[in-house]
């Protein structure tokens, strides 16, 4: 009987012990159940309808989509900016970084750039902020004399980009190099009648129609080509050739409105010079009467009278001259 109830016993420890050690580490349904959701997760990701077994592989699909569209949208951007220059490469990179920064995906745009553009690009995309900024500071610090000639300055304006910019200043400012070099030609010419002026200034226009001059309108034109005619010419013959200039590249009615700006200009300068003639001749006037009839004023009492005297002569000149 004793026996029995030993055994007995032993066999209950036993089976105690057993489901103790199981309950610590259960050696088979934990790996099953690690095993089944690692297969329910991968076939998650491959599931392409409305199926939703596993919320990782439901998140991973529009993350894939997603990194699809930026290279897709980055190997376009980078055939234009390749194919581009002037003031257009100048505006693709500029889109560039103002839409990365936009979306906060600028460092993985630039790591997809890495693998699609060639090294020389990726460097003026990936330095192109800092650049701009450095040129941005060197154009607000340029100092020209009056003395100095256009030739010159032109001179200074390319090598300080080349200093910024480099090989790219070439490229990247292609537009407003061959604007100055359109501007030194027309300057250079030397037309006898304002026809021959006239045709000089079409041809150079013509052989700079790959970059962007801001001469698309005749209005541009006209202006730009006014603008260029010589120092030397006196202003008989300036007359002459921007009546010529006018009637080719203006409308009656622009005509018009030049004529009409002109007066105005006109009008308003002689205004000013008026102006100043009268003030200095009530000046003289007040200077005189401090050192006669009003001399026994003090110094207080000169300044106001002086101060009412200039007020009124202002008044009545601005009131006579706007009627």
């Keep these: 009987m004793k026996h029995l109830i030993l055994l007995t016993v032993s066999v209950i420890l036993a089976g105690t012990v057993i489901l103790y050690v199981n309950s610590i580490n259960p050696p088979l ?33 529009p993350k894939t989509r997603k990194q699809d569209e930026l290279t897709t949208n980055l190997e376009h951007y980078a055939h234009q900016l390749q194919s581009t220059k002037g003031k257009k490469l100048i505006e693709s990179l500029e889109s560039f970084w103002r839409s990365c920064l936009y979306q906060s995906s600028c460092e993985d745009s630039l790591i997809a750039l890495r693998q699609i553009l060639s ?24 100092v020209f004399e009056s003395n100095q000639s256009l030739t010159f300055r032109i001179a200074q304006f390319k090598h300080q980009a080349k200093l910024v910019w480099g090989e790219w200043a070439e490229v990247l400012l292609s537009d407003e190099f061959a604007t100055y070099d359109f501007t030194l030609e027309l300057q250079n010419l030397t037309p006898e009648n304002p026809e021959q002026y006239q045709e000089a200034f079409e041809t150079l226009l013509a052989s700079s129609q790959e970059h962007d001059l801001g001469l698309d309108s005749n209005l541009a034109r006209f202006e730009k080509a006014v603008s260029s005619l010589p120092d030397t010419m006196n202003n008989q013959e300036k007359s002459a050739f921007i009546d010529e200039l006018e009637r080719t590249y203006l409308s009656p009615t622009q005509r018009q409105d030049i004529q009409t700006r002109e007066q105005q200009v006109t009008a308003q300068q002689t205004r000013v010079r008026d102006y100043h003639v009268e003030l200095n001749q009530l000046e003289n006037k007040l200077s005189q009467q401090r050192r006669t009839e009003h001399a026994g004023l003090s110094d207080a009492q000169w300044q106001t009278l002086y101060q009412q005297q200039v007020s009124e002569f202002r008044r009545e000149f601005f009131a006579n001259t706007e009627r």
Excluded: C
Excluded at 35 to 48: C, G
């Design 29 to 61: 349904m934990q790996d099953t159940t690690t095993k089944r959701a690692k297969e329910n997760t991968n076939n998650a990701v491959l599931i392409t309808d409305s199926t939703s077994k596993a919320s990782v592989g439901a998140s991973a699909l």
């Design 119 to 142: 090294p020389e690009y990726f460097e003026l995309v990936k330095n192109y902020p800092e650049l701009s900024r450095l040129w941005q500071q060197r154009l607000g610090n340029f």
